[in-house]
């Protein structure tokens, strides 16, 4: 119903920038919010940024990172200054859907971002 296509990770030095960007396709009407998630080896993944009635960060990356959405172009950016090598991930796009009280998540591919120190 809903296809997202995630690109701009990479190899960066740390104090350096990205920024990553998410297309949506498809049912875009059934979209409540979007945001980013990332994965390091041998960790859970998790959350980074959401943007939808309201803009919420992970502590660890607040004033660093910003997420931030074009509707006309159904797609959502995520700007990260500041990099750490703790930064290093596999980040996800996500875009949630509200339905009857339950949350559903459609995933994008994922891209890596690697922060050499």
């Known amino acids: 119903q809903v296809q997202l296509v995630e690109s701009g990770g990479g190899l960066v030095q740390a104090g350096g920038s990205l920024r990553l960007s998410c297309a949506a396709s498809?049912?875009?009407?059934?979209?409540?919010?979007m945001g980013w998630y990332r994965q390091a080896p041998g960790k859970q993944r998790e959350f980074v940024a959401t943007?939808?009635?309201?803009?919420n960060y992970a502590d660890s990356v607040k004033g660093r990172f910003t997420i931030s959405r074009d509707n006309a172009k159904n797609t959502v950016y995520l700007q990260m200054n500041s990099l750490k090598p703790e930064d290093t991930a596999v980040y996800y796009c996500?875009?949630?859907?509200?339905?009857?009280?339950?949350?559903?998540?459609?995933w994008g591919q994922g891209t890596q971002v690697t922060v050499s120190s």
């Open positions: 498809g049912i875009i009407s059934i979209i409540n919010a």
């Open positions: 943007s939808g009635g309201s803009t």
């Open positions: 996500a875009a949630t859907r509200q339905l009857f009280g339950n949350s559903y998540y459609y």
